[in-house]
């Protein structure tokens, strides 16, 4: 096997959460131009199917499935769903996420709660789920987006329920990539620095000069560039890494 083989994914089927949103869509088109089928799992269907037509058009294969994560009873059709259409899934990306720029005396109890709700109770329902099916099978490969933000506090508005929610997604990466090791399943997570989508407003005037001007690259992220990562994770090049969080974040965090 070549050096560039390994990263092949050709006949995998492959799932990403909020494959939708800013983030999603670009790993969900990095994991089809590497090979594999893609299925794009969001709450809003008709933006999913928008990307998976786009992937189609492409010459890739792909599929919308809706679905909202935190919906612990939504978890398993949505897997049949897609198993019953592209085959046994090998890679399930949880990078649906959501965030709040609150300070923690402005945190509502439903604030913290959503954000439980779609970044670690989310994750954790479809972990569960595909986990159970990759033991039967032997093998899977589960890839978490963390974030940064569990190892820093975002400044100016220090986002404490986001923060520590993804150091629950770091944590959890960790533990199950222990346990599931033995049963063939791979587990790792990327820690993104900050990325030009809706959810980050970088060029905010309130968050631009924490986020883009301190930084050592003085720029965002653009979601295309953790593709790579993606793959590299999701495929053989990586055989041997388990319970790792790549950091993709330009430096910001060397100081
Ligand atoms: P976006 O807001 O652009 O996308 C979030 C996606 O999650 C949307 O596609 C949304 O689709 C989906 N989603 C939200 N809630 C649910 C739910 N309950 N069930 C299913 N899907 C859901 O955010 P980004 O692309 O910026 O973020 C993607 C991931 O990357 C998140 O986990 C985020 O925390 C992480 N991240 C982002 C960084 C950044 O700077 N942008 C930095 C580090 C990490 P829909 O509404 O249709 O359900």
Not at 70 to 78: L, S
Not at 108 to 117: A, K, M, S, V
Not at 194 to 220: C, H, L, S
């Amino acid at each position: 096997m070549t050096v560039m083989s390994k990263f092949d994914l050709t006949g995998k089927v492959a799932v990403v959460t909020g494959g939708n949103g800013g983030i999603g869509e670009a790993l969900a088109h990095a994991l089809a131009e590497a090979g594999a089928a893609v299925a794009i799992v969001a709450r809003r269907v008709d933006k999913a199917e928008t990307v998976a037509a786009a992937i189609r058009e492409a010459g890739g294969q792909a599929m919308a499935v809706g679905a909202d994560v935190t919906d612990v009873d939504a978890i398993e059709p949505m897997l049949d769903s897609i198993e019953s259409e592209l085959g046994p899934i090998d890679i399930f990306v949880n990078n649906a996420g959501i965030c709040e720029h609150k300070p923690a005396l402005d945190v509502t109890p439903e604030g913290w709660r959503q954000i439980f709700d779609v970044n670690v109770h989310g994750l954790w329902n479809c972990c569960q789920a595909v986990g159970r099916r990759m033991a039967q099978r032997g093998s899977g490969n589960i890839i978490n987006v963390g974030s940064i933000s569990a190892e820093i506090v975002n400044r100016p508005q220090m986002q404490p329920a986001y923060n520590a929610s993804k150091a629950a997604v770091h944590q959890l990466t960790k533990s199950l990539a222990a346990e599931w090791a033995p049963s063939g399943i791979r587990v790792n997570a990327i820690a993104p620095g900050y990325v030009g989508t809706e959810m980050a407003e970088v060029d905010n005037p309130k968050f631009k000069p924490y986020w883009i001007d301190d930084a050592p690259m003085q720029r965002a992220a653009t979601p295309e560039e953790l593709g790579p990562s993606i793959v590299y994770l999701a495929s053989e090049a990586s055989s041997f890494m388990t319970g790792s969080i790549l950091k993709i974040d330009g430096g910001y965090t060397l100081w």
